[in-house]
T-cell receptor, first 113, second 114 residues
Framework: GNSVTQMEGPVTLSEEAFLTINCTYT??????LFWYVQYPGEGLQLLLK?????DKGSNKGFEATYRKETTSFHLEKGSVQVSDSAVYFC????????????FGEGTQLTVNP | DTAVSQTPKYLVTQMGNDKSIKCEQN?????MYWYKQDSKKFLKIMFS???????INETVPNRFSPKSPDKAHLNLHINSLELGDSAVYFC?????????????FGPGTRLTVL
């Protein structure tokens, strides 16, 4: 079956530090890949997505590249802010699975001033 | 102009009670979902409806019954609530099709069973 594995958290960084959250997946064919963010007490918001190999998704300074050869979709940001503190979820979907989202475990990010 | 809305936001109830959570989307999407987020933040699909037809039904106890009166609404009814049902329940919607399968989530309903 499909699965997503994220690096374990929590992750604590100082403001302006570089962020990487690793995500790898297992799926047949070509799933779509997503990063969702959950701010405290809120629902999930789509951060970025990529639908085919070598696509790069980007939003709000965050980037992730769909790497078919390593089955990865690592999230990066060059300079984090306190307002980036949240839980980040990597996910995949496939139409052949009813387009359900299969999520990773989530990574709690805390950015200190 | 909320895209996906859920009511109530918080629900506190006793074991054995029956409760419902409502979800509405105004995005014109044809597919809606229910996800459960446990205390460790792990998210798992429960159900999915496409144009009022059930297409995903994960291994969820039959105490949980989704109902879709039209494609803009997907409600979740839970009978005989148990302590283990305490979680945050998220509704989501999407327009299924090649390259357009982004799901949009509601704010969640935090259910606490005492």
């Amino acid at each position: 079956g499909n699965s997503v594995t994220q690096m374990e958290g929590p992750v604590t960084l100082s403001e302006e530090a570089f962020l990487t959250i690793n995500c790898t997946y297992t799926a047949t064919g070509y799933p779509s890949l997503f990063w969702y963010v959950q701010y405290p007490g809120e629902g999930l918001q789509l951060l970025l997505k990529a639908t085919k190999a070598d696509d790069k998704g980007s939003n709000k300074g965050f980037e992730a590249t769909y790497r078919k050869e390593t089955t990865s979709f690592h999230l990066e940001k060059g300079s984090v802010q306190v307002s980036d503190s949240a839980v980040y979820f990597c996910a995949l979907s496939k139409e052949t699975s009813g387009s359900r989202l299969t999520f990773g475990e989530g990574t709690q990010l805390t950015v200190n001033p | 102009d909320t895209a996906v809305s859920q009511t109530p936001k918080y629900l506190v109830t006793q074991m054995g009670n029956d409760k419902s959570i409502k979800c509405e989307q105004n995005l014109g999407h044809d597919t809606m979902y229910w996800y459960k987020q446990d205390s460790k933040k792990f998210l798992k699909i429960m159900f999915s409806y496409n144009n009022k037809e059930l297409i995903i039904n994960e291994t969820v106890p039959n105490r949980f019954s989704p109902k879709s009166p039209d494609k803009a609404h997907l409600n979740l009814h839970i009978n005989s609530l148990e302590l283990g049902d305490s979680a945050v329940y998220f509704c989501a919607s999407s327009q299924v099709g090649f390259g357009t399968d982004t799901q949009y989530f509601g704010p969640g309903t935090r259910l606490t069973v005492l």
